[in-house]
């Protein structure tokens, strides 16, 4: 596929195989973070073999506000369709705590899988993510109870239910969490996705967990050491937003300085670079074999 033409799409139930065959193929995958359809549509063109939507990334693009709960279903829904829809890649969903309880979750698996999506994660972080508050975890039977809602609603048995546990994150308890994620493991879950551990302490419990692995990149360690310690996909959830975020606030500090656009790096040439890769010299050649509006 151009990365400058509409997505020639696979179908979704291909996208969701090639997301397993990633996962069982032994080797670990970099599912970096996207922002919107743009950045999605160049961590594709870049040759990353899936792209990442997460709660933090979407909270910030979206509404300019910290994740702290405040995104619905359909925000996070909405959000994936528009990435699934730009990309010929799999698609991995944040789905928080899974929007309902148990008996209504069927509506939040439909509805992602309906987008498209090729994975969700579901966590049993009750509150206060990302915020210095006092946190909660869900109990172990009603996030039990979600991964197994969750696996009976799905329609494609090869969209995966990825299971979170926030324990270790929560109560630095090592064994708590081996515990959780095992119990989610035995409700259906087709990964475990332990969160807060680096790769020393990964790779020591990693033989004890039963399922392959999902985490979230570790600053100060490698993708290579992420491998090492046994993980089959790392999250690099704020990649887009962070470089984006960094990126712009460079650029608009110099152009407070100088007050030229020419002196702003990548303002002035990188336009046609930039219509090439979103599409206009496609969109001219339709204009030629069907006609102007």
Known sequence: MSPTSPAKHTGFNARRRTLRHLVASGTTT????????????LIEAAGFPCVYIGSYATAASRLGLPDTGLLSLHDMVDQAKRIVDAVAIPVIADAEGGFNDAA????????FERAGVAAIHIEDHAYGKHA?????????????NRIRAAVDAREDPDFMIVARSDAYWVNQDLEAT?????AYAQAGADMLFPTMLPPPLLKQVRARLTRPVMVVDTAGYTLADETAAGASLVLYFGFALLTQYQAL????????NSADGGAVAGLRDNVAGFERFIGYSEFTERTRKYGAG
Do not use: C, Y
């Not at 975890?137 to 009603?142: A, F, K, M, N, Y």
């Open 178 to 182: 081996i515990t959780r994620l095992n």
């Open 132 to 144: 210095e508050v006092p946190q909660r975890l869900h109990p172990v039977e009603s996030v039990v």
């Open 30 to 41: 970099a599912a970096l973070g996207a922002t919107d359809a743009l950045s999605a549509k």
């Open 104 to 111: 209504n979750l069927w509506r939040t698996v439909r509805e």
């Open 249 to 256: 606030r460079q650029a608009l500090e110099e152009f407070r």
